[in-house]
């Protein structure tokens, strides 16, 4: 290339179009902000290693750094239509508005969770199996309000009897070829039913013998095929490998350095190969991985190697045991086994969301019930009290008797706190006392001297087990607002109940 000599006349000419082009870009600096850098998500960080994701789930965020589509699918209760929930951005978080919206005045239930590979591995409903018949319930769309990165987001709330599967799927390992394995779950809501499981299991939801499965567990379950003594350390939970016919904490069972995680938010991770597995956690907030094993897989016949078959369940054992309890935020499954290196990298992009428990401000007071009946009062006729013997969260709930009609009820005066035209999303635990009503909230709104009744949430409660009221709904009024009381009540009869773990959001 020949250099040439700019001439006075040519400098001058170039010092105008600099100006020009100056002007423009400041121009269009004030209309519109420059573009952020590529954002990094933790399937690009698999990739980069050599083993990249072929499945990717999560209803909180996008997992490559250049995903911009459908999360999740909701449906709504009312008239049964659906929506898809995405991203707000590329590589950013659930569009969370989007579901307030549509499912304002209903319930939602989560129908499908996007696969965000190319692959196409999404999970649906999860049909029977041998342990339980299916199909299994879905989760409630609105039971998991949470925060990632600032933005509301919901996780997945996995009560027992609900599961997702994939029996017909795309890239995932077979036989003892090599996985990685991680999901995000919440370390608060577990229990010590049978399985809260994320990954590779049987194709045909039953239990096809040892080494048909290799899925990470998360919850209380101490139990392994060949009951070995002194397997869990502590009370739990536990980050674990369900293998099939066996939890195991680490090596043939027992494990003393897997002590459990109970963070707000746990990661946990597994990898396998033909000869090898391994079992990290975390608190997905804070800090590095702990590996609680890396070693040689299980010695008992049918381990060594492994028979994976290649279906993805969630929140389900791999024949379709599903008396578990859990929450799941996000996860993904990568062909090969994935270095060290590259899932501290994961976890370090984990630890970046931000993953709360906050998210605004919850408008009830005391709603944890943990300070026995402050802030609450009756509406109406009864006797409130607290309840330390029966709580769904925490050390106590909210009990009321002596109720003389059906809208009576433990309340709160919220009216100088609701904002006309506002969506708010109510959850609500309800326990009944005796017999099986049906358990409502309601939100009282007079303005201009009238009186209107919002439905805030409503669903059949029993005696035996809680039951989450569960809604979003937009509140709104004409004129001058004078009260807005929320209260909790039945739809008929007068039978006493317990509340705990109320919200409005």
């Not at 017909?168 to 809501?189: E, L, W």
């Amino acid at each position: 290339m020949t250099r040439k000599t700019t001439t006075p006349f040519s400098r001058r000419a170039a010092s105008v179009l600099a100006l020009a082009l100056g002007a423009t870009l400041l121009q269009l600096t004030l209309d519109r902000p420059f573009a952020l850098a590529a954002v990094t998500g933790p399937c690009d960080i698999y990739a980069s290693g050599g083993t990249p994701c072929v499945a990717a789930h999560s209803t909180t965020r996008a997992l490559f750094g250049a995903y911009n589509g459908r999360l999740y699918q909701v449906r709504r209760a009312s008239d049964n239509a659906t929506t898809d929930i995405s991203t707000l951005s590329a590589g950013g978080f659930a569009n969370a508005a989007a579901q307030d919206s549509f499912c304002a005045g209903t319930s939602c239930v989560i129908t499908i969770i996007y696969d965000q590979t190319s692959r196409g591995n999404h999970l649906t409903q999860a049909p029977g199996g041998g342990a339980a018949g299916g199909p299994d319930a879905l989760a409630n769309a609105s039971a998991l309000p949470i925060s990632a990165g600032g933005h509301k987001v919901y996780g997945v709330f996995v009560s027992p009897g609900v599961g997702y599967r994939n029996d017909r799927t795309s890239g995932i390992a077979t036989g003892s070829g090599p996985q990685g394995v991680y999901m995000v779950a919440a370390g608060g809501h577990v229990n010590s039913g049978c399985c809260f499981d994320y990954g590779n299991a049987e194709t045909n939801n039953n239990d096809n013998g040892n080494g048909h499965m290799g899925a990470v567990y998360f919850g209380t379950l101490c139990w392994f095929g060949f009951v070995v003594a002194g397997q869990c350390v502590g009370s739990g939970p536990w980050v674990m490998a369900d293998l099939e016919n066996g939890l195991f904490a680490g090596g043939n069972g027992t494990n003393t350095n897997n002590t459990g995680r109970n963070s707000a938010f746990v990661t946990g991770m597994i990898k396998m190969n033909s000869t090898t597995y391994a079992i990290k956690d975390a608190n997905a907030n804070s800090g590095g991985l702990k590996t609680d094993y890396s070693g040689p897989l299980p010695t008992t016949s049918g381990y060594t190697p492994l028979h994976l078959e290649g279906a993805i369940i969630l929140g389900i054992g791999g024949d379709n045991s599903k008396g578990s309890a859990g929450s799941f935020f996000e996860g993904v499954m990568t062909a090969g086994f994935p270095s060290d290196a590259t899932e501290n990298s994961v976890q370090a992009n984990i630890v970046s969301v931000g993953y709360s428990t906050s998210v605004g401000s919850n408008l009830v007071t005391n709603g944890s019930i943990e300070s026995g009946t402050s802030g609450w009062s009756v509406f109406g006729s009864g006797t409130l009290a607290a309840n330390t013997s029966t709580v769904h969260g925490g050390a106590e709930s909210l009990q009321i008797t002596g109720r003389t009609a059906s809208w009576n009820g433990p309340s709160q005066d919220l009216t100088a706190k609701v904002t006309n035209g506002k969506s708010y999303t109510t959850n609500v635990w309800m326990r009944s006392l005796s017999g099986s009503p049906t358990g409502k909230v309601t939100l009282a709104v007079t303005a201009n001297g009238t009186t209107n009744y919002i439905a805030l949430a409503q669903g059949a409660v029993n005696t035996s087990g809680w039951t989450l009221l569960s809604g979003t709904t937009t509140v709104s009024w004409t004129g001058s607002l004078s009260t807005a009381r929320f209260y909790v009540e039945t739809t008929s009869g007068t039978d006493g109940f317990l509340i705990d773990d109320a919200s409005m959001q």
